[in-house]
């Protein structure tokens, strides 16, 4: 396929750290990066414009195939144009597969050499998901980056246990492959004409949307399983690149494993991922963790955690987390972190926000969010800024000790 | 007292309707003008940037004394400098006493003639509100504009049950007066204090915060009650005005009684009104209502319907109400309201929108309050300008006419 997906290239090392440039079709994008998660087509609580202020400056964000299927369907957002023009996100999208949502169902779901069974959490409908028909729902999506459909085992999954899941999701990976290949093939012309509509559609005031924009494919990107069994991660990760994809994720992490195995994983796997691809790290995680996976050579993140955790009332701060509804704070005038310049940090007050929790309030949420983000993606540019300037090391290591230094 | 509180100047003036200008220390509120309503210290749903960003540019907004005395309480707000402060809102408010609030709790409020006790819909503890506590709390909380405690009797009241809700009204009236005098002399060492606070804190980035600023006291505006009765409402309105305010409000409207009857009060009582001081409209209402009692003499409006029924899915627009639940939008790419400019409507469509809903994602509530309040405040701009501009007679007949026209 002539063709161009993404481009990947990297400029500077340390180590194993390494920042480098994606290039797609809607923006470039700074690596090591953090993708906000947009599971049901928003980031939840906070707005597009506030994610492409030059404060946040989100490059890219991740939806989600299984709950974007499922409500409100493809047809409808077929019918409004694809993903991005349906939410109004102009920049560059990644869509997760549906198949760890699947596979987190439990009890609701089967999995069968076909694909998955299962019953929806909304409305309890049989529905049936597989590479095939997630690679149609992807390319129908169309996000500049889509994930094969895979199987998770869990952290503790047993070496037999966790091959069985490595082979499938093997299977599973070349038959995202071959369906992907045929769709994009077929869609070319199609995409020719959304990028048409996309350009007249006016993408004014925002220059990552208009610096771009050529009838590129979408990307596909492979998953390493094989839970806390190193040599089974090294097998998947040797016999995904066989596959061939455009970028490695490294998935079944942070499913209830302990850290240092998680570490370990990470070690063991993303330095071994072929050095011309991004490496994406699915799930992961606190800013401490992806510290420690940037030390170990991975270019890509999401987590729910800065969102999630925010509208649970927790902050996350340079110096560790903060839970807004101690009681100590009730008349704290500080910010939520004093070393934090974003804009809820320069006008409100743990006292403020405290009592917005407090009282039930939408914007308790609004604003947790809102600093739990511009902290992800503050300390993702500082980790670029780092191995740029060759300081990542010190960087890692007074980080580290700040954020678990404590609040004052 | 020597001291300046609010300035008033009416500019221009067509039939009964007024264009005018009210100076605070916290900036300049053109008239007519919609207040959005700020029950806990936060206009739900929607942070203060985009209230004073140039779309919405809200110069006023309202407190409540009810709320914000239960929770956070006076000592937190008194500690972390006053409620402008605590919440971060550097322009300006109005609090109101109180007074409606704990008569709408029904059978958990016993009125005598000292006050109402009630008890807390927080935690149920008992509670005493009288005019000297509401006075006290308001001159704590510090909004420009402070209302007299009152009581408020039901649209259907008989000729002598809101007989003796006016005569108690007027008592209160009083007795807030007299408080609220003595606060305010007593507080004036201290405000000083707080303005040069509010200097050294740097306002940068909101000139109408830095567009004034001196020492002056907080206004105080009487409530004119009588339910139905015109009689009683020329009456209260009379004895009212004798007691003195910097301000005057019609109270007990929008309380279940019929609309024309509504209409009937305002016509009386508005044009009746003091010319040279402000006359507030308290919580009314629609669109249509807003110009209807403009047109009947009034300055000043609250609401809480742009913020409450966007969080219910009902969008205001200039073709009247759009319910974003309905399944007819389920594929509709057009805005909520094509006539409208603002930052939603340019970039989201009613499918959107209604996924958002229909998905209990915060975004749906967060994207149309700002829709539905960028409608009032547009909304009343447009009157603003129709008045000055001698058109309001046209401009009435035809966004009447055109709010009842039905969405295409």
Redesign the interface.
């Known amino acids: 396929m002539s063709e161009q997906s993404i481009d990947f290239k990297v400029h500077a090392r340390e180590g194993e750290a390494r920042a480098g440039l994606i290039t797609t079709g809607r923006g470039a994008i700074e690596t090591p990066v953090f993708m906000p998660v947009g599971t ?3 980031v ?6 506030e994610l492409e202020s030059p404060e946040l400056d989100a490059r890219i964000i991740l939806g989600n195939t299984y709950h974007l299927w499922l ?2 369907g493809i ?2 957002i077929r ?3 694809g993903l991005h023009k ?3 996100w102009k920049r560059a999208m990644l869509t997760d597969s549906g198949g760890f949502q699947v596979w987190s169902l439990g009890a609701l779901r089967k999995i069968t050499e076909e694909g998955t069974e299962f019953r929806s959490h909304i409305d309890g409908a049989k529905c049936f998901l597989s590479p095939e028909i997630s690679m149609e729902v992807q390319t129908a999506l169309g996000a500049e980056i889509v994930m094969v459909f895979d199987e998770c085992a869990p952290g503790e999954a047993s070496q037999e246990e966790a091959r069985r899941s490595m082979e499938l999701t093997l299977r599973w990976a070349k038959r995202s492959r071959e369906a992907f290949d045929q769709l994009q093939e077929y869609g070319t012309a199609r995409r020719c004409e959304r990028v048409n509509d996309v350009r007249s559609a006016g993408l004014e005031g925002d220059p990552l949307a208009t610096a771009s924009g050529s009838a590129t494919r979408q990307a596909l990107f492979g998953i390493v399983q094989g839970a806390a069994h190193l040599d089974l991660r090294r097998e998947s990760l040797q016999r995904t690149v066989e596959v061939g994809f455009d970028g490695y994720a490294i998935g079944g992490l942070s499913v209830g494993e302990e850290r240092p195995m998680m570490l370990d994983v990470i070690e063991e796997i993303a330095p071994r991922m072929p050095a011309d691809k991004p490496r994406y790290l699915m799930g992961v995680g606190t800013p401490e963790d992806l510290i420690e996976a940037v030390a170990r050579g991975v270019d890509m993140f999401d987590c729910v955690l800065p969102t999630r955790n925010g509208r649970n009332g927790q902050a996350f701060t340079s110096q560790g987390r903060l839970n807004i509804k101690n009681a100590r704070y ?2 704290d ?1 500080r910010p939520l972190d004093e070393a934090c310049e974003c ?1 809820v940090c320069r ?3 743990r ?2 926000i ?3 929790y ?2 039930g ?3 308790a ?3 947790l969010t809102h600093h739990n983000l511009a902290f992800f993606l503050d300390t993702m540019r500082r980790v670029r800024q780092a191995i740029r300037s060759g300081q990542f090391a010190k960087f890692r290591r007074e980080c580290t000790e700040q954020l678990s230094s404590g609040l004052g």
Chains 1, 2 share one sequence.
Do not use: D, Y
Not at 44 to 49: Q, S, Y
């Open positions: 049901a087509g928003t939840k609580g906070i707005r597009w414009e409500r409100p047809e409808t019918a409004c144009g349906f939410i109004g009730v008349n005038q804009s006008r409100h007050s006292a403020f405290r009592h917005l407090q009282s309030e939408m914007l949420s609004i604003l």
